[in-house]
């Protein structure tokens, strides 16, 4: 059987009380998703155009209610809206905390926040909590599990033309005997493989184009052969254009 549903985005899944809106993962544009609870709402992967997103999902008081923010790399089309998406917050004068978690050694996300800090120091009535994730621990948030697992992500090098790796991760969220593994970007990974295998939901990225590209991403056979392993899944980060 296959399980995979195929649809335009943004791809819509929902069991119970988790649900789970992907809005795109279109490579080198964006990623945007937002992850719901009967409890809270999460940001995974704060493309650009996250807000814009949001806000036709969302009224504001919704979008100020968003308690934290989960960034699988530091690429631009995985954290291109995460200025706005702050900024907005200060605008609206959130005064609730937010957490950003994020892998360890992203130096795009914390100068992002440092940036942003600067800039809006005199206007920001919101403490921005950064969780530097440095191994696989689990840890809970408003009654969500979430298990943080390494991939294996890299970026070209043009200087050397060799791929070097890229600080990644993927998460999977588990709430009330539910599951989503979204694996972010990376090439074919074990551990992604190993967390994805039985979830309810598994989001896996296809992105390579060819086989020249399998140390970066994942081809549509490798992301498949993952999905199979859970009970549905996704493909997303799809190049647009072969
Ligand atoms: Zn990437």
Redesign the pocket.
């Known amino acids: 059987m296959n399980k995979k549903k195929k649809s335009k985005y943004p791809l819509i899944w929902k069991k119970g009380n988790l649900f789970i809106e992907i809005f795109c993962s279109i490579?080198n544009i964006a990623t945007g998703i937002l992850l719901r609870t009967d409890k809270t709402y999460f940001v995974v992967d704060p493309g650009d155009g996250i807000l814009r997103d949001l806000n036709r999902n969302l009224n504001p008081s919704e979008i100020l209610e968003i308690s934290d923010v989960f960034i699988?790399?530091g690429?631009h089309?995985?954290i291109g809206g995460l200025w706005s998406f702050l900024t907005y917050m200060t605008v609206m004068q959130r005064e609730k905390p937010i957490d950003i978690f994020y892998p360890e050694g992203s130096l795009e996300i914390e100068s992002i926040i440092a940036a942003l800090l600067q800039v809006y120091s005199r206007d920001i009535k919101f403490k921005i909590n950064l969780r530097k994730i440095a191994d696989e621990k689990s840890f809970s948030r408003e009654g969500m599990k979430i298990k943080p697992f390494k991939v294996n992500?890299k970026?070209p090098d043009f200087e050397s033309g060799k791929a070097v790796p890229?600080p990644?991760l993927g998460y999977k969220f588990l709430y009330e005997g539910k599951s989503i593994c979204y694996g972010?970007?990376t090439a074919f990974s074990d551990n992604l493989a190993k967390h994805a295998k039985d979830s309810d939901l598994a989001i896996i990225e296809a992105?390579a184009v060819d086989d020249s590209e399998m140390e970066?991403?994942m081809t549509p056979e490798q992301a498949e052969s993952i999905g199979e392993s859970a009970k549905e899944y996704f493909l997303v980060h799809v190049p647009e254009k072969r």
């Open positions: 490579p699988t790399h690429h089309d995985h992500h970026e890229v990644s972010g970007d992105g970066l991403h």
